[in-house]
């Protein structure tokens, strides 16, 4: 009898049905496997491929449209202090865990040396210069002058635009939520109290 057959005296399968039929289910299993992702492999979006060359973006700043040439490498925070002129953020760190840099995004308040340039098309930047002009000073600045919320000065835009975003989302903040909410500044001259004071303050006329 030869190794190929099947031995009719007793329970199994021959080698070459063993894999007749192992060559079968797989046939069949990924026939089902194309079947099932083919059609969500159809619903991801197109992979938005940028080339490494420089591109001209538009930026909206302060209020107004900046166009500005940038490779897709260059961070927000390079942009805005080499191209704009905008040097309140401050490139301290370059572990992005200061807060030197922090700007407001959609409202949001933002390490700038987190995001791209090109990331940020299409969406609101607002930095500490657009805090105080001669027409009006923001209460934040103003609170951070009652309280004396300055020393050096070097991390106080960063902690000026993240309390101006907090208390923008978080009218009537508490103290502590005040305290917690600016955990990703630093500050290495020690101002905190007139900082969390200033912060407080802002709070309590927002709401």
Not at 15 to 31: D, H, N, P, T, Y
Not at 42 to 48: G, Y
Request: glycine share 10%; hydrophobic share 35%; charged share 20%.
């Amino acid at each position: 009898m030869g190794r190929d057959q099947t031995n009719h005296g007793g329970p199994g399968f021959s080698r070459r049905e063993f894999l007749k039929g192992s060559g079968a289910a797989v046939v069949a299993g990924a026939a089902a496997t194309a079947a099932v992702d083919g059609p969500l492999e159809a619903q991801q979006p197109a992979t938005k491929i940028i080339s490494a060359g420089p591109h001209t973006i538009t930026l909206h700043v302060n209020g107004e449209d900046q166009q500005v040439t940038v490779e897709p490498r260059v961070l927000l925070i390079d942009v805005l202090r080499n191209d704009l002129n905008l040097t309140g953020c401050k490139d301290v760190c370059d572990r992005s865990t200061c807060g030197a840099c922090t700007v407001l995004i959609d409202g949001k308040p933002v390490y700038a040396c987190t995001r791209f340039a090109i990331e940020v098309v299409g969406q609101k930047i607002v930095t500490a210069e657009s805090l105080h002009s001669p027409e009006k000073t923001d209460d934040v600045v103003t609170a951070f002058c009652k309280h004396d919320a300055i020393q050096c000065g070097f991390c106080t835009p960063g902690f000026v635009s993240a309390v101006r975003g907090f208390c923008d989302q978080n009218p009537g903040a508490t103290e502590d939520a005040c305290r917690r909410a600016l955990g990703g500044n630093i500050c290495r001259c020690g101002t905190y109290d007139g900082v969390l004071k200033a912060a407080y303050d802002t709070a309590q006329i927002v709401q």
